[in-house]
């Protein structure tokens, strides 16, 4: 196997420290501004302005000296490299990074441009220093915020930077989050170490795909993402493929084609759904598996309203006429392969069916578990969402903002409450249906998106061969530009509340990051992509916007966003026994009306 480029650059680390940095130079200069503004900075964010102007300096006093390794200020990596190095889990230690390169212990750097010149052989280390930072990406592990201590405070202090200051950016060990990262990190070692030979071999050929040229020349060094590399090694590791695999670069593509979604199949399309263990969960009400079976749900509903699915039938059945001037090409088969599988695919009666059992959309069966809570918390969220930036926006022009806090829980009780309602309403079938449903609607869309397609129609886009079909013959077309933000704006808080859910879940702490509110540009990578890791950004803009577009005045977002006692409703389905049922049903209450399944 060959060997790892020492110069191998790991792009995502590059983009945390960037990003960090960016973060810290705001609240910075948010917390100046105040204090220049004359307003009065409590005790609290007098000590955090101290902090981050101590830490903010001594990474300025790095930069000025290329000899030395630079000091770093994302959280995650700080901390992480001062635990590996201070319990002696590596050797050599890792000092630093230079522009997503490590800087290990005795490596030169050059006096002028801070490269390195000379370094050492060190294959396995970079492997378990990569491995272990992408799995801690992965996972979310949350760091302790940074200090700035004296260099003689350990073996860290004086190896890990080496800027000479005297002083070093350290992991706050005070805050409570130290004593969890520190546990996270041992058991990261211990899932890195299980892998062997087989981390080692796929970050040698994930280097190899990251060259342009697949030399790793001089003008172009190999790169990678920590966090692609876990998510890559699980994913072979849980298809049982070692490191002696003879087919190991087609068996990482196989994998990469999934992390990088290349065929355009989000998570819950592609097998990605597993079953939540009851077991695991019993100190829970939120699943984030559950939440993310939502998205295609609210996607269908709304591709429903549209008539997209009565549109694409429409189309096959016209081209089996022989009404439609297409030919053997493509449109032609992707036409008869949606015919072919017709009876392998939902009608729109389970489609419905599905839709009520998940988001209480009229039409389905009213005897199944009918989500007769969804309209009213989600509207109470999206509400309480919009209103807490709001007024979060009129705290900071007219005083400290304080009281910002206080709200955020406003903000966690609606989304725990919608959150344990959509869990609730996604176990079950709902997660079949969902992958179903997702790959149904890619093949439409592919379909309906085809040259001759919209040739045949005189149509320069998908929603113009909707709008005129579903006209001429289907009743009357709906606005479609409507539908479209509203399935996006869905898809978009759906996947949000799963991602934060574990945050969802605590008592306390912020929710929201109102940094990220107010410069997006700041937190947004290249790739970034709403509908698949959605920024609290995107949030907000998502939940205006469905505010928008439902014509949901000021007045009822106030009066929304206000605190309401929580529905009943259990943590997962309960069902009732057969005597219950009958008795229910001779005094005229349907099963349906009640919060079990059968």
Known sequence: ??????????????????????????????????????????????????RLTEIYDEWTKSQNNPSKAKERVDPLFVTARTLLNENSLIDPEIRSHDEGRFVLDGDDLDDDTGEITNSKPTDDVMTKISLVMGILALDEVEPPQLTVVPQARGVTGKKATGTGHGRTIYPDESDRRYGSFNAAVFRAIGEAASYGDLAK??????????????????????????????????????????????????????????????????????GGIDLPDLESIADTNIVRENIRVMGPMIVSAMFEELKVYQVVDRIVEQFQRGMLPIGSGRAGELLYKYWREAPNRMSEQERRDFQTITL?????????????????????????????????????????????????????????DLAANLTLHGYGMAHYAAREL???????????????????????????????????????????????????????????????????????????DLAEVRNPGLFHGPSHRA??????????????????????SDRQVEELSQPKESPLMTSKPIPIPAMARDMLDDIGIGLGQHNTRH
């Open 531 to 552: 509908t698949r890791d959605p920024s609290d950004y995107d949030l907000v803009n998502a939940c205006e916007l469905w505010l928008a577009d439902t014509a949901t």
């Open 201 to 270: 071999n796929v970050l040698a050929l994930l280097a190899q795909e990251g060259d342009q040229d697949g030399s790793a020349g001089a003008e172009f060094d190999p790169s990678v993402d920590v966090v692609e590399f876990a998510r890559v090694v699980r994913g072979l590791d849980e298809r049982g493929v070692h490191a002696q695999e003879p087919q190991l670069r087609r068996r990482i593509n196989e994998v990469l084609d999934k992390v990088q979604n290349v065929r355009g199949f989000d998570e819950v399309a592609t």
């Open 438 to 512: 997702q790959s149904q609607i890619k093949f439409m869309i592919d379909l309906l998106e085809d040259r001759e397609i919209k040739a045949s129609y005189g149509a320069r886009d998908m929603w113009q061969v909707i709008d005129q079909v579903a006209t001429y013959d289907l009743g009357g077309a709906k606005t479609s530009s409507r539908y479209r933000t509203l399935a996006t704006c869905g898809t978009i808080i759906a996947e949000w509340l799963a991602k934060k859910a574990e945050l969802i879940s605590r008592p306390t702490g912020p929710l929201i």
């Open 360 to 416: 209480g959309v009229p039409g389905g069966n009213p005897n199944a578990l009918v989500n007769r809570d969804f309209n009213d918390l989600w509207i109470r969220f999206v509400s309480s969402v919009s209103s807490f930036v709001r007024q979060n926006e009129v705290d900071t022009l007219l005083r400290s903002a304080t009281p910002g806090a206080i709200s955020q829980q406003q903000v966690r009780k609606a989304a725990r």
């Open 1 to 50: 196997m060959a060997r790892i480029d020492r110069k191998t650059r790991f792009r995502d680390l590059e983009w945390r420290e960037r990003k960090a940095h960016q973060r810290l130079t705001y609240e910075k200069n948010s917390l100046e501004k105040l204090r220049d503004d004359g307003k009065a900075l409590s005790k609290t964010q007098l000590d955090e302005l101290a």
